[in-house]
């Protein structure tokens, strides 16, 4: 007794799914192809300003909390008793 399967006809072609009429692949565009190049440079330019506005409010607001640039710098705050309110380490106690 054999255990291989026999075809019972000869012609693979029968068997296979049918031929494609189009390409495999089509072509697509890179992301922001339609944007100029001057456009994504303003808008890079702008995403820049925006974050260096938020650091520097963000600095003023430590700069406020140590008591000047001096302590900001030397990493000292004065001594009243209380928290930080710009230490991120202190998890807003």
């Known amino acids: 007794m054999s255990t291989t399967r ?20 089509r072509d697509v565009k890179p992301p922001l192809a339609n944007m100029s190049f001057s456009t994504f440079i303003y808008c890079l330019a702008g995403v820049g300003m ?26 000292k705050r004065p001594d009243t008793g209380e928290p930080m309110k710009g230490n991120p380490n202190l998890g807003g106690v």
């Open 50 to 75: 925006l974050w260096l506005a938020l650091s520097a409010y963000r600095v003023a607001q430590l700069k406020a909390d140590a008591g000047g640039w001096f302590n900001l710098a030397m990493g």
């Open 6 to 25: 026999q075809r019972k006809t000869g012609q693979t072609e029968e068997h296979l799914p049918p031929k494609r009429e189009g390409p495999v692949t």
